[in-house]
């Protein structure tokens, strides 16, 4: 199957008391180009989530955006620093025995005092943390791929649509330029009566200039290839994968048979016929713009 390069993906996830949210999103380009924002305490995740991005797409710039609520909450440890608490209270009762002031002494007077409390950080299990990571990143990756897989559906189908609509054109110029043919020699062999009158015509000299001109104006080999490319569109539509860029190709080739053929036909009629071929190329050609 063919996938957009367009997509968007979210999951949000607690996982060991962290709330994480992870936002996939991609648009075209030529080549991959990811980008991963990251809170500083998961920056050592970066490489792993490129990884698992590169893991399922292959052109598109993607931008990855992760976050995390309440990550430190059960990372900082406080502790009441007892003794030190001690030593301010004997001196503040101290101060108020010698002195004669007022005892106020309260909660929050204390708790404003240095190093009456520790803080520490526990030790991060950065192991832990990133599988934490990574199993939330690979919900997001999911929808994210899901979505491109329904919209490469949709451009698929499309593609062939396209592909038949112009098969049935190129068909058209076939019949109609063999009927050109036969059109010329008929105006040509009343030139010649009309000019030459009652004079006898040379028959093979008509059959040698309509053989010419059916030279000038066959466009077989130009159809058979187009018709070839219409056939190598799908095979590789079939295949699935990463064949954007191989499309891109095929659709310069393409464009170049229907430009050939435009050039031959000098019937209206036909050349009406290779405009709308060429409207159908042009809209296959925006179409590849968007396949991975």
């Known amino acids: 199957m063919v996938k957009s390069m367009t997509g968007y993906g979210r999951a949000v996830e607690t996982v060991n008391g962290r709330e994480f949210t992870v936002e996939v999103r991609s648009v075209n380009n030529r080549y991959l180009d990811c980008t991963v924002k990251l809170p500083r305490s998961l920056s050592f995740g970066e490489d792993a989530v490129k990884q698992a991005v590169k893991a399922i797409i292959s052109r598109g ?3 990855v955006s992760v976050s995390v609520h309440a990550e430190g909450a059960a990372d900082v440890q406080i502790t009441l620093n007892e003794a030190m608490v001690q030593g301010y209270l004997d001196a503040m009762h101290q101060m108020t025995e ?20 520790t803080v520490e950080r526990a030790e991060i299990d950065e192991a832990q943390l990133l599988a934490d990571l990574m199993s939330v990143a690979a919900k997001a990756l999911e929808q994210f791929d899901a979505m491109r897989t329904r919209e490469g559906d949709a451009l698929e189908k499309d593609l062939r649509t396209r592909g038949e609509t112009i098969l049935g054109l190129v068909a ?11 059109d010329y020699r008929t105006r040509l062999e009343n030139k010649l009566k009309e000019v030459l009158a009652n004079t006898a015509i040379d028959e093979s000299r008509i059959l040698t200039e309509a053989a010419i001109f059916a030279d000038k104006v066959a ?3 130009e ?14 539509l079939t ?11 095929l659709l310069q080739e393409m464009n170049r048979e229907a430009n050939t053929i435009g050039s031959k036909c000098s019937d ?11 409207a159908e190329l042009e809209k296959i050609r925006e179409q590849t713009q968007n396949i991975e």
């Not at 159809?223 to 569109?233: C, G, W």
């Not at 295949?239 to 190709?249: C, P, Q």
């Not at 016929?273 to 060429?278: E, L, R, S």
């Open 61 to 63: 710039k993607v931008d």
């Open 98 to 117: 010698r002195f004669s002031v007022r005892d106020d002494i309260s909660v929050s007077l204390i708790s404003r005092m240095p190093e009456v409390f």
């Open 172 to 182: 058209q110029v076939e019949a109609g330029s063999g009927q050109t043919v036969i």
């Open 219 to 221: 466009v077989d080999e």
């Open 223 to 236: 159809t058979v290839r187009l018709r070839s490319h219409l056939a190598q569109m799908n095979a590789m």
């Open 239 to 249: 295949a699935g994968g990463a064949v954007g860029r191989k499309l891109d190709f």
């Open 268 to 278: 209206v009629h036909l050349a009406r016929i290779v405009v709308d071929i060429k």
